[in-house]
């Protein structure tokens, strides 16, 4: 068995307090493992690299009440540990007065938050009354420990024309000025995401180029330095007629296996590549019953149903059998090719 030069391995403990209509890691039950579990995951994948590192989340970072302990507990059981993302809780950041402490305490100077539009819509797509609410007060939290907040937020046909609300909420907080006071980077940036999960089920509503020229000129600008382009198409990726004309005769294949690799484990112990959805064909095994010896052989095989087809059908047979030559939607190249092949699978499971 190969010994990867580095794995990576996410354990969904306590899933989320939310469930985003457009989460890409589905719409799923929380789940309730223990710190034990946590040794139990940690000991399954220790034979197999020297450089572990684990995490006790997936979906919302420090939900569980002993998100300290946890976090000491991934360090000791990590080999390297990934300092706090820029992803935080707001859920708790507005429920428990030590948590903003704890995160500066971590490096974290920069928090991102998730906004869908105004107030209704944005509490429809976090599907949890008064996450608005929350949203807007933990900006304010943020601010007062010094941590700059930094809006992300999903656009789709039903989400565009409210960014006005989003600008003017930055704008009514003062955000740029509150963030330049004490040195902070302010930073806003609007984008799609995948077409994968919940996501997916937005692909009737999805942008089109058209659409980009409404972007607010704020939230446009903030967008291209964000990820640092020239051009909102630059962003937003090509037309799906353009991926359809330019890959329809594309005999490549794609080989999902890395020598890094990150792995997400379920509530029930099953394990999936940290690629897209974390739908059944994708699925490697599961940790209780086959073990990681077993996991590990099947990804390195690409011997999942996923990664099987995508290692063996040309590209262009999920082009031919599910593109949309006559769609102007907007899609990145691989987000769209594992759009395809999800499609694929999906039809054939
Ligand atoms: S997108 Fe994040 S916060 Fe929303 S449901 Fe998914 S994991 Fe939870």
Known sequence: MTSFKSLTVCLDMCGCPNRCAHCWLGAVPNGSLTTDDLRFVAEQFRPFTSSLEVADWYREPDFHDDYKERWELCAALSDRQTPHFELISYWRAVRDSTYLDWIKSQGVRTAQL??????????????????YRELVETAGLLLEKEIAPRIQVFVNKETLPELPL???????????????????????????????????????????????????????????????????????????????ARLSEDGSTQNYVEDAPVFYVDRNFDVYPNITAPAPFWRLGNLRTDGAEAVLRTYLDSASPAQHAALTVPVREFVRAYGNPDSERLFGQSDYLEFLLNRWCRERS
């Open 114 to 131: 998730t906004f869908f539009g105004g107030e209704a819509l944005t509490d429809r797509y976090v599907s949890r009354r008064g996450a």
């Open 166 to 244: 989003v600008e003017r909420m930055i704008e009514e907080l003062r955000l740029p000025e509150r963030c330049a006071a004490f040195g902070g980077a302010f930073s806003a940036f609007v984008h799609a995401g995948s077409c994968d999960g919940e996501n997916e089920k937005h692909y009737g509503i999805w942008v089109t180029p058209e659409d980009l020229e409404k972007i607010p000129p704020l939230l446009a600008q903030s967008t291209l330095r964000h990820f640092g382009e020239k051009t909102l198409p630059d962003v937003f990726g090509e037309t799906e007629s353009a991926l359809c």
